[in-house]
């Protein structure tokens, strides 16, 4: 069965498995000060255009966006998340587990949380005379792409990060698929960009490319997120194993051409399901695909095109999500048109 | 430079290599889910001949102290700890972050809790009228081997169970190294001793031929503890990762051989020491040997073997930490005497 | 001004004064174990009917609410909440910052969570396959009265109670205003079938007579609680002063007095209101009474009588709440209409 | 029979019991807005010397120290504080129920930690090449007087702001027993002093002649502490209950009177022990008494005196406890002596 039912099913990139094997005979420093951290850390920084960013490696995503938080959070400070956000709905309580309430605004279509529905949240939070009784917001919580395959645009992330000037808050976001979206058609988001606008986001590996890994970067140093990930168990005793891994993704531009086939992929995807009749719901520019099946299209994809089914209807239609990924193939699309077809 | 400064500063066992490259090219379950993680929990419980065994694959040994000791902890409970373990020093209050004291006593010179230090500190504890404002105790924390290469003993661990049943205590034995233990000329203690007196253990990964993964054992079922581990940001979304290596490790007996290689290595450095008239301090049976050198001998080691100075002494004589693992060889052992001997 | 802004802005009844005056001179034992607390303990067990309650006293709502979460909850559960519920909005993240979610439900207007919500919700959540992911529901929080002065039926409790024994979850009532619930027209609620059906309730002292205080009882014998309270800083070194107040509230039926007296007086409020063509949004059987009321009213109001504005409407009506307490008089009634008809 | 076991078992001073009793008619602002905190704040930083000072109420001692502790500290942070610190043993693990790990020191025989000892605790922590590993020092936690009676000095004070100053840390008083230090004999530390020495410190009142309620004082405004301690449920919503305790006893020098009123007893107490050739251990210059008592001795108090036993010794002696308080007498003193001469 073809599998596009998650974009984190596989390994890595044979570019990667080659540096693992080629520095496994080999002793590193730990915890992070090895030689392949440091290359990784400056291919980044090269890559944001930001020579001050402090960049860190922490294995999945959970683990990143709980130690994040509650590494900038007060502790009387809750983050603003949009309702259907990772972190508010699938990550088991991750942040409340440290300390701190996630804030719910109801999303968009595309689970993104427009720049309006922030700032009038934020004006009524103030203008409420009992909000000192309340959590006071911290920080934002954006995804990118969100867990519906919503895209931010330069402009609206400029209008966040204003707000987030205005009203004191730090703006953190969450790449976990990030290489997706920098590969996106008609996307004016780029590293530099985030690098500018965010206080801190990350770079995902795990689903990106990588055997697992995330990289977080910070605008400015940050040598406090050092006993601050150790604390919450996110330093890696190995930290040459996601040191090498990043390495590899930013050498030859790596993460940028791993995302440009998994969105090629979901293009070709999209444009052929359309050309089917197939609609969807939301449309998306990102890796991650959401029509809405037939009863008979869904038979035909069974047992042949592994998906997630996310909401089914009474007539025996169903909205589904279909990922591309890396390491998915031209090949692979055209066999979900032949089930179809079939 | 051959370093013998710590046991978790290079990659995996060729076997683990291997099968990881095998398996780069499919797709696997996510979460644990897999076809691998299966195999390993089942040869895991084979081991420890408790086919009830509950077993988890997390990614570090920070990570896993904290997120078991939260998982079995009530909210006012602590966790008893010699003062030198390293939950005690060395995790930057990654269980205080959880919530949880860490309770201290006094170790022995081996770093070890006699059974009789933790008898007496719980009669001390509840004789004293006060308690009920104190942090009671909940759980026993031991590592096995110690900081200081200690290993208990079938009896004392058997008493120290006997004192947990006793005063309603959860037992949890930190196996970072269990490999060097298991291998370990002597003991009397083995996975199915383990298994049998511990709530809950772990058998290292990291730091025993694994690129990186602990196995956490609970003696019974712990199906709270999915949500546990995810919420600490502990569960790894390619949990096959994890589940090939011990897989691997579980398999003709590799995860014993990679501790003996280690053992043979670090019996052959002790002889030869004691050999150049060198004392040990602590005596050790595990892979980590502590030999006091002269300043004489520093010099003659400094720049050709790496290790960890512990302590230094006015007449310029140190004690030392000399590692060895599963990847040591006697030629590296006898380049030590060389150094020594030039 | 007549100020019924708010019920927690006086002292305590005379009755309670007078005890403390007269007990201000002795020595009693520390942290609730003097005989004042006993006695109340008594009393309160003998009001409910179940002799194998255990009752503490803690200061206040805020804290109670946080305390008693912290202490049923299993780290990875969350407690379910009315989206206007107290614990979450009005109580700076307290439950959070125990690393316990809120999870919200959208109440009636009454501020209530319907049974048939909480069933949906947990129909639902136990659905969907990814819910080991989510936090886990451990416990239902429910105000009685709301926020809103909405007020449970026996019914309605009895289906809550079987939906938690259903899932396996603990049944909370926060009483903090439960004097006025006890005295309410029409309500089928009493003390021992809360006793009966709450895992944990408490009984208000704050805004029902005491000068602080709430009674915390537990329907099955607690002893943990003790170390849980004392490490929320929520054990009283001078237990005394707390115990004494209950056991002066549960003397003479002083407490279901003093909730007469209140809800004689909304009511009384109510009717005159009504009688001058007022409406209520929602209506309330409680000591909270909700009117919309218009710019003239609010006009005549202004200056004399004190009271909070909810909501304010663009044709300058407001919904108010005004509260009567156990102090209020007839007169203070009669003031609020006097100034309406000025 | 006279109690002398501790000095928190009775009520307040006739001065805080009148002006309850006067204020209990009228309704006051919430939340620590009414005058009588308004009034008691004023008093508080006249008495400081400090305009700028910030003053927050709060109920109790176990709840100040998590409160005001958790809101100084970054996550990563711990609190340096004597092993004998009450903190450190007797608050049920309520910091470290926030968070944080609570560093512990060797106090002296006083209970003191000296600048020597923080000093040497902080060189070696930073000289060791794994402190990011460890817990960071955040905060050092004085009290004052120390479990044992201990009197810091001024000079003691000046060197510990200074070791704060040199290591970023915050310096946190605990004063729950304050009015006693500052009437001691030969102290020359006092209230402005702690303002300037301190980044923040309380005035306990519990133990010194109010009911309940401890006035923190941070040295620079603290707006953040609002939230900060609402979430912990230190918030009472009857503010004026604390306000006007603190507004009475900083009124004609109640609380230097309530004060001195102790700590002459005790030095009564003192020399008419030595007089009978009691020994002490430690020597004590605060209102808490640490005589050896003899087998005989004992038995003539027993049943006519009440204190603390704090240690027994195989002779039938024992380390006892006699504590005084604002409301000991001269005649309660007297009665110590008669039981011993009877």
């Known amino acids: 069965m073809i599998d596009f039912s998650c974009d984190y099913n596989c390994g890595c990139a044979p570019e990667i498995l080659a540096a693992l094997t080629c520095a496994n005979g080999a002793q590193h420093a ?41 590494s900038i959070l007060a502790p009387w400070e809750g983050v ?10 699938h990550e088991a309580g991750a942040v409340e587990a440290t300390g701190h309430k996630v804030l719910t605004l109801e999303a968009d279509a595309y689970g993104k949380l427009s720049p309006g529905t922030i700032a009038s949240w934020l004006e009524s939070f103030f203008a409420d005379g009992t909000h000192p009784h309340m ?32 009203y004191g808050l730090r703006l953190f976001l969450d790449g976990a698929r990030l290489a997706y979206v920098l590969a996106a058609r008609g996307t004016d988001v780029d590293l530099p960009l985030l690098g500018e606008l965010c206080d801190v986001f990350y770079i995902g590996g795990t689903k990106c490319g990588a ?21 919450r168990g996110a330093l ?28 090629d992929c979901a293009m070709a995807l999209r444009e ?10 939301p ?19 069974k047992g042949r095109i592994g998906f997630e089914v996310w909401r089914s209807f009474p007539d025996g239609s169903a909205l589904v999500r279909l ?12 066999a979900v048109f032949a089930a179809l077809d079939s």
Chains 1, 2, 3, 4 share one sequence.
């Open 30 to 70: 730990t915890y992070g000060f090895d030689s392949y951290s440091a290359a990784a850390k400056e291919k980044i920084r090269a890559a944001i255009g930001n020579p001050g960013a402090d960049v860190y490696f922490l294995v999945g995503g959970t683990q990143t966006n709980a130690t994040v938080l509650s």
């Open 80 to 89: 603003l998340s949009a309702a259907s956000g990772h972190i508010a709905v």
């Open 135 to 166: 959590v006071r917001p911290g920080a934002v919580y954006l995804s990118h792409p969100t867990e519906y395959g919503g895209l931010y645009t330069a402009a609206e992330l400029r209008v966040i990060r204003a707000l987030c000037d205005e």
């Open 211 to 231: 055997l697992c890994g995330e990289a977080v970067v910070f605008r400015r140093p940050q040598p406090c997120f050092f006993p601050a990930h150790k604390q």
């Open 236 to 263: 890696l005793a190995k930290g040459y194993l996601l040191g090498l891994q990043f390495d590899a993704l930013f050498t030859d531009d790596l993460y940028l051409r791993l995302g440009a086939q998994a969105i």
């Open 272 to 281: 052929g399901l359309r050309a089917r009749g197939v609609s969807f719901f």
């Open 283 to 301: 449309e998306s520019n990102s890796n991650q695909q959401f029509p809405v099946l037939t009863a008979e299209q869904l038979a035909k994809l």
């Open 323 to 334: 990922c591309t990924s890396w390491r998915t193939t031209k090949a692979e699309v055209e």
